[in-house]
């Protein structure tokens, strides 16, 4: 079945950079998305890569795609104190159109 | 961009009680919103999609007599928790797909925090 697995938690000091990790399984999946939730609220969409590209790029964000290995990055530059939040990656089931997301990663930065 | 919206925002309730709560999309017209469960420190677990005009699609486990869902309008979608219990206690957050865009975005209310007494 459908799997998507992140890691739990991250702790970076003000001005590094965070790197948020994803792996899926379901490799039928057209579009992979990372979306930011604060807390008590809901989902922001951050970005999004087609299962085609490896890499995107958005300002502060990079995302690289690793088709192959099922493995999904998000990558923040000069990480911020208002990026502290709980990270979702998310894969798109082909049927459906169902997100199926992973456990979330929340990102602690410290000043 | 697309803007969803859910009512209440928060709602307290006693056990027994049925709670109804609303998706609109504010902007677009959405064929299909799905309705989301999320427990504190948990990730969102789709409960079920939402398609206007028909049925509900629930996921399994899910008690489709006790979440009930209207999709009765291309804008709006309830979801009413019957006979409500403490386990019932969660952020229940509703998306709706908006038609026509290229990497087919789902767009996130704000989330209802529900709590039963």
């Known amino acids: 079945g459908e799997d998507v697995e992140q890691s739990l938690f991250l702790s970076v000091r003000e001005g590094d950079s965070s790197v948020i990790n994803c792996t899926y399984t379901d490799s039928s999946s057209t579009y992979l998305y990372w979306y930011k939730q604060e807390p008590g609220a809901g989902l922001q969409l951050l970005t999004y890569i087609f299962s085609n590209m490896d890499m995107k790029q958005d300002q502060r964000l990079t995302v690289l795609l690793n088709k192959k290995d099922k493995h999904l990055s998000l990558r923040i530059a000069d990480t911020q104190t208002g990026d502290s939040a709980i990270y979702f990656c998310?894969?798109?089931?082909?049927?459906?159109?169902?997100?199926?997301f992973g456990q979330g990663t929340e990102l602690s930065v410290k000043p | 961009g697309a803007v969803v919206s859910q009512h209440p925002s928060w709602v307290i309730c006693k056990s027994g009680t049925s709670v109804k709560i609303e998706c609109r999309s504010l902007?677009?017209?959405?064929?299909?919103m799905f309705w989301y469960r999320q427990f504190p420190k948990q990730s969102l677990m789709l409960m079920a999609t939402?398609?206007?005009?028909?049925?509900?699609?629930?996921e399994q486990g899910v008690e489709k007599d006790k979440f009930l869902i209207n999709h009765a309008s291309l804008t709006l979608s309830t979801l009413t928790v019957t006979s409500a219990h403490p386990e019932d206690s969660s952020f229940y957050i509703c998306?709706?797909?908006?038609?026509?865009?290229?990497?087919?975005?789902?767009?996130f209310g704000p989330g209802t925090r529900l709590t039963v007494l």
């Open positions: 998306s709706a797909n908006r038609p026509g865009l290229v990497w087919n975005e789902q767009f």
């Open positions: 939402s398609n206007e005009g028909s049925k509900a699609t629930y």
């Open positions: 998310a894969e798109k089931n082909n049927q459906g159109g169902k997100l199926i």
């Open positions: 902007d677009f017209q959405a064929t299909t």
